[in-house]
């Protein structure tokens, strides 16, 4: 049903469809609009045989969400910035388990100092746990991408993080298709899970694992991640076949990425979130001016689809990659994923890491840094609008 709704109560709504049998919850900034919104439905019975726990921290959720799904039940959190640190503990456990929780995390900065704005350094430091990691370019794919997650979580037996910018868009008013339960329920068949704790034939899980089977273990959870990546094309078709639209938006390429203008481009911009909205109307500018240009942009982060975007770049002349986080001391960190992609191509590629702590990343600043970019003005890490005046000499 289309309406119009902040991006939080659609995913609380979408989460719904999935029929959660476990939902655990510690309140921060910006997700909690969507788990008041899931309290308030499994307090109303609109989600039957849920239960709702609001827990004493962000890593009682994770360890309740582990708990919960190694007994066999669905189960979701959501999260944010500090509070996504404070679970890291139990965040790898989860992968580490193959237990098929979804998460949200509402993008948002980790301070020191304190901000509570978006930008992607919080999922970006987890970006080795082993969780898929999924970026929603506006609120419409957020909604999609959960009802999805849950599916591919089931699929491969591995957990998903549904990444979306924090305020810009949880707590955005726009027109969404909300999904329907039937839908819902045609897409997502009832949960069964590969490994589930019975009481009557006891087990231990997560014991301890020494050298000797070490390496096995953590080249299982590679291989869970590549079963992923070779799922979510098929997954797409299905979804759309259920939907009439696919879940990562209109310009879905498989699934992976979505894809505006790329084919025969000189220059494309590579991105992930919300972004991209704001990449393609300038891009639409640009062309109309005669700019040969196109935007990428990265729907699954985690896997990482290598293959599909050396397709889609590999006859670009230069690729910017415009990132919302940085590795200090180092530079981009979707960055050096997209040179692995690119090697051995003749293509100029630099960084540009923009909107950190929620600044505005505004057109006419895009316009000026693509223009550089393309002049070779510009240097191969560049922080967009930076104020060299506040800096200390």
Known sequence: MRKQIEGSQAIAQSVATCRPGVICAYPISPQTHIVEALDDLVRRGRIEHCEFLNVESEFGAMSVAIGASAAGSRVYTATASQGLLYMVEAVYNASGLGLPIVMTVANRAIGAPINIWNDHTDAMSQRDSGWIQLYAQDNQAAADLHIFAFRL?????????????????????????????????????????????????????????????????????????????????????????????????????????????????????????????????????????????????????RPFPSAVIRERLQHAKRVIVLERAFAVGIGGVVDADIRMSLMGLDIAQNTVVAGLGGRAITRASLRDIIAKSIAGDVEPLTFLDLNEGMIPA
């Open 153 to 301: 979580a089931e699929r491969v037996s591995m957990p998903v993080m549904v990444c979306m910018d924090g305020f810009v868009l949880t707590h955005a008013m726009e027109q969404i298709d909300v999904p329907e339960q039937e839908q819902a329920d045609a897409f997502l068949t009832p949960f069964v899970p590969r490994q589930k704790l019975d009481v009557d034939n006891p087990v231990s899980i997560g014991a301890m694992v020494g050298p000797e089977a070490f390496t096995e273990v953590r080249w299982l959870a590679h291989h869970k991640q590549l079963e992923a990546l070779a799922a979510i094309p098929g997954l797409a078709e299905e979804f759309a076949g259920v939907f009439g639209r696919r879940a990562a938006g209109p310009n879905d390429h498989l699934g992976l990425v979505t894809d505006y203008y790329t084919e025969g481009a000189e220059t494309v911009v590579v991105a992930l979130g919300a972004t991209i909205g704001t990449l393609e109307d300038v891009i639409d500018e640009l062309r109309e001016a005669g700019t040969s240009i196109g935007v990428l942009g990265i729907t699954s982060y």
